[in-house]
């Protein structure tokens, strides 16, 4: 019989469930960002507990199992399957150099910066320890950040280049942390060599990719063989956990054959193989998983902190906070430029939200926990990444999205608002003449009386279209914003008629393919132009504001 004091799992897997709903809720009405209110309750909850409840156990940890079997193949599949390939390949570049060359450098850079950093504030600690913190925190977790791009319409370049950046670092991140448990003697199965390094690299990365690839691609042809929401459903099941544990059993990254098999499925099993009723299915049972997986992992991210002992060591944890935000900084402020060419940089102030909005989160606290119990300074490492951690998600989350509108990579929706208004009272003031002008016509009014009505309309009327002539040039953008909107709306439409035509048997399956091809390319472009008049438009903003923080990337 389970006692009181130690709830069965399933039970606490509920109430961490209802717990997340109501935070959610409260985080809407207040609007706070959803993942800060989550961790700010799980931090609320750990200190209940050590006050009132100092013998309780919740009956969930975040542990290795739970978030590496559980949880993370969630939500790797779920942010895969919605990358969109053209995307992908139009912003290749810096996605790349971030997740690879900027775990790499970052990891260097942390530990060079940490070192001095410890020094300066009188902080011991050894190189064992600051590598195994700076490899932990090089991977970046920016779900929050991606929500609030999207609520304050940010670029969508920046969102792909952020997620993009997210999935292949998380990946990164793990393979250099194994790499760093065998280099300090932390791994008693394996013993390091550069032959054992290239055989480790070269299975962990390419034998991934050839799990996940088999997998999204024999997952994605069973898809066009059926048309049943929840056999499809299912099939996306596999696809994420199938990778994920076939690649863990064979010895490969589960993250990358977890990433592989759910953009194939995305693009291909999703795009040609699903009807959109089957879709809409399918895109909903994944947002929901991934809404449950990051609710239980921030809110249990709150609970495993130990707040008496992250505050004895505050000074170290925010000395290598600020080393980790520099680090990203140089790395972003010079080699960003480099891998993208000059007619295609984003505005200013990219950079700065770049660096500014590189999370850590809970792959970056399991990895810590992660860390063998015979090392005799793990408890030093788990304190620098937590906190750390924590500092990310309460500091820089929250502070997103003012400074995205100091860079001006926020949407104006002021000006659109204003325009609306100023659309809505000429329509009211044109049908407030048309009314006196019938009951002068049927002589309900007397002339003079009509005469001094008409005249206080059009004087409202004339100030008005003053007011209109100086916003022509904002309702011209919003204007060609509507018309970007439309055509693509258009062009989905004309998408779903050629996957009807098929379903009815009116069209050949290669036919069928090759014109919902032409229609996605179509989709791209009409994107890609929506987000460079976008960026045209802040540029000038930005020129006419004067002085704008931020450097072209």
Known sequence: MVSPMQPQIELAVVAALLLASIVGMLAQRLRLPYTVSLVLTGLGLAVLRSFAMPGFDPGLHLTPELLFLVLLPVLVFEAAFHMELEHFRANWRPIIALAVPGVLSGIALSMALGWAAFRLVGFETTLPVLLLAATILAATDPVGVLALLREVGAPRRLSVVMEGESLLNDAIAIVAFGVVLVALGLDPHHHLSAGWIARFLTWEVGGAVLIGGVLGIGLSWLTAQVDDHLIEITLTTIGAFGSFVMADLLHASGVIACLIAGILS?????????????????????????????????????????????????????????????????????????????????PAGFNWVLTWGGLRGGVAMVLALSVPRDFPLRADVIDLVFGVSLLTILVQAPLTGPLLRLVGLAKDTRGREEVEELGARLRALHAASAYLLRQIETEAVSEDVGRELEQELAARRAALQDRARDLKRQKEALEREEAHVLRRQLAVVEKEAVREAWAEGLLDEKVMRRLVGEIDHRLFQLQQQAEEDIEREQRRASDLSGATPGSDA
């Open 266 to 346: 995305g693009n291909f099993g999703a795009r040609y193989g699903m009807s959109p009723t089957t879709r809409v299915a399918v895109t909903s049972f994944w947002e929901y998983a991934a809404f449950a997986a990051n609710s239980i992992v921030f809110l249990l991210i709150g609970l495993e902190v130990d707040l008496d002992r992250l505050l004895g060591r505050l000074v170290p944890i925010v000395a290598f906070w600020l080393v980790l935000l520099a680090a990203r900084g140089i790395f972003v402020a010079v080699v960003l430029p480099l891998v993208i060419r000059r007619s295609n940089r984003p």
